[in-house]
Every structure is written in structure tokens, then in C-alpha cells.
Nanobody, 128 residues
Framework: QVQLVESGGGLVQPGGSLRLSCAAS???????????MGWYRQAPGQERELVASISSGGATNYPNSMKGRFTIGRGNAKNTVYLQIISLKPEDTAVYYC???????????????????WGQGTLVTVSS
């Protein structure tokens, strides 16, 4: 099992910026490598939506509605990811969740299993 812990949320005024971070760790020091990592958000009364994702090779993906103000990147430490948000708007208010995919080789034949992990979320409130 891999745990994802987000940080960096809080109260921000409209027009401000914020940087969210997510760090992954595994119990008992298990070695792991995460494939795609991403950020989702869920506003009150709305469904969770993708904000951005990044592959292990650094390829990024943004839904059209998220292009321009959001930047995702891999952190300097392994298995970390950040989300930079600029020009924050009240409608950006949401709980932001870190998401990660792990694909593990489970036997000598090369069979793999896929696992998906979620953080507990960090609240971003944009208000004056």
C-alpha cells in the first residue's frame, strides 16, 4: 500500500497563487515506482474532476478547462508531485486530491498488477 499526503492548501484571495505538494510513501519501506500521478478536485456538490496529470516520463495532460492557470510537475524527490495554481478564482474552491498509479511486476514471467491510490485531500478556499 502506498500513502499519498497532500500539503499546501489554505485560504487564498482571488488573484493569488498557490502551490500544492504531494508526497508518496509506503509502509515498511517498500520500494515502489509510481507511473502516472495527478491532481483532481471536488467542489461542494460537484463531482470530482481531473485537474492535471503527469506521466513517469514527464508528459503532462490538462483538460481544456484547466489549461493556462495550472501547472503540474514532478518534485525533486522521487514520487512527489506538485500543482502550481495562479490567478485563483472563487470557483477554484475545492478539495484537491492527489492521485497516483502504480504498476508492479509480480512474478518472473513479468505479470503486472495495477493499483491506484488517493490522498485524503487538501482544501483550497479562494475568498476575499
Amino acid at each position: 500500500q502506498v500513502q499519498l499526503v497532500e500539503s499546501g492548501g489554505g485560504l487564498v484571495q482571488p488573484g493569488g497563487s498557490l502551490r500544492l505538494s504531494c508526497a508518496a510513501s509506503a509502509a515498511s519501506g517498500r520500494t515502489f515506482n509510481l507511473n502516472t500521478m495527478g491532481w483532481y478536485r471536488q467542489a461542494p456538490g460537484q463531482e470530482r474532476e481531473l485537474v492535471a496529470s503527469i506521466s513517469s516520463g514527464g508528459a503532462t495532460n490538462y483538460p481544456n478547462s484547466m489549461k493556462g492557470r495550472f501547472t503540474i510537475g514532478r518534485g525533486n524527490a522521487k514520487n512527489t508531485v506538485y500543482l502550481q495554481i495562479i490567478s485563483l478564482k472563487p470557483e477554484d474552491t475545492a478539495v484537491y486530491y492527489c492521485n497516483a498509479e502504480e504498476i508492479r511486476v509480480v512474478n518472473v514471467e513479468g505479470a503486472t498488477v495495477r493499483a491506484e491510490y488517493w490522498g485524503q485531500g487538501t482544501l483550497v478556499t479562494v475568498s476575499s
